[in-house]
């Protein structure tokens, strides 16, 4: 049994996205004995470029899973195209208007017309639905994926979000009407945002410059958290959850624990520093260890190929570091992560990240 796990390189100028594509089983035996899984496919020309990546390196049309983590359209906006394009089985994604009385009173074919619904939500939902009914009118199987949620190999399994907190959450998703206060909030104090000042950072080995009172936003704390488990290696795919989401699922590793060996993370949300905190850092792949030792972890950003002024935080990179974790960036080229696979012609292996002594950051 072996993997492959490619993170494309989403971004080609400043604008971050994630598509990621796998593939495990038998590697070395026939398409048959390997399960193909697509974990979102970034912005619309992404999605071009992800069913060309099949094709080429897996060698197959058909692809057994897709998973949508949330509708932002860096992840969800190449779908489209991946569902026309290639022979998809199973599709799990996020119906909020299932589960939320406004949503579902409102929603009417595809369109939101409520004028106290913000016009991004709006477009976000719109997304959703249309891959969906997409989905459907293909014959494709579509889930929600839920806390527990397996494939039909049983490697593949959600570790957040639960049902209850999904539709806790939703509530608060920008653009719904009991967030318009905040955002209104949000709009005035965008001086005091354009007024940021940038701090130089001086780092001493284990000390980490991020927080456990790191928040982000609702949405990105719906998305979803997919672990797969092969040979004994556990993988963990992230998305843009943020912390008390990470606290979850590692609840649910912990709770469940197979024995698998903790070999992939991805970091969350591009390398945001509001996205991850120490502790649930240390409940994930573990505390801090000497410098110079490795952990076995590796930990992949998925940023843009320019790089944006929040992603990755070189704050946020050093932590994992810290960790014993080999960190990674695409800055939007692909990177390959593999156990017991075939080699793949004109694919190198990459430096890891190196340890951040100084930094300037905003704040």
């Known amino acids: 049994m072996g993997y492959e796990v490619d993170f494309l390189g989403v971004g080609t100028e400043s604008k971050s996205g994630d598509a990621i594509a796998l593939r495990f089983g038998n590697l070395h035996g026939a398409r048959h004995e390997q399960t193909v899984v697509l974990i979102d496919a970034g912005f619309r020309d992404t999605g071009a470029e992800l069913v060309e990546h099949i094709r080429n390196h897996f060698g197959t049309n058909t692809v057994d899973l897709v998973i949508s983590s949330h509708p932002d359209q860096d992840h969800i906006n190449g779908l489209e195209v991946v569902l026309n394009e290639l022979q998809v089985k199973e599709l799990w994604i996020h119906q909020p208007w299932l589960h939320n009385h406004k949503l579902a009173d409102e929603f009417a074919d595809g369109r939101l017309t409520d004028s106290s619904l913000g016009e991004r939500l709006k477009q976000n939902l719109e997304r959703a639905w ?132 903790f070999k992939l993370i991805q970091i969350p949300h591009h390398g945001s520093r509001r996205n991850i905190g120490p502790t649930v850092l240390n409940r994930l792949i573990g505390n801090p260890v000497a410098q110079g030792t490795y952990s076995g972890v590796t930990a992949i950003a998925s940023t843009a190929k320019i790089g944006e002024p929040k992603h990755p935080r070189k704050a946020v990179l050093n932590a994992f570091t810290h960790r014993g974790a080999r960190v990674l960036v695409t800055r939007g080229q692909g990177i390959m992560h593999y156990h017991n696979a075939p080699g793949r012609s004109g694919w190198s292996s990459l430096n890891a990240e190196p340890y951040h002594l100084s930094y300037e950051e905003e704040v």
């Open 130 to 261: 249309s891959l969906s009914k997409l989905a459907n009118r293909q014959g494709i199987s579509v889930k929600e994926p839920f806390t527990g949620l397996t494939d039909k190999t049983g490697s593949v399994k959600v570790l957040g979000p639960t049902k209850s907190y999904y539709e806790s959450l939703i509530p608060n998703f920008d653009g719904m009407p009991a967030r318009a206060e905040a955002s209104a909030v949000a709009n005035e104090s965008w001086l005091d945002k354009a007024l940021r000042k940038v701090k130089e950072f001086v780092a001493s080995w284990g000390e980490d410059h991020i927080s456990d009172d790191g928040q982000t936003s609702a949405k990105n704390n719906s998305s979803v958290i997919t672990q797969l488990i092969v040979d004994g290696r556990r993988l963990v795919f992230t998305a843009d959850a943020g912390i008390q989401a990470l606290e979850y699922a590692a609840e649910q590793i912990e709770c469940c624990y197979s024995g698998a060996e």
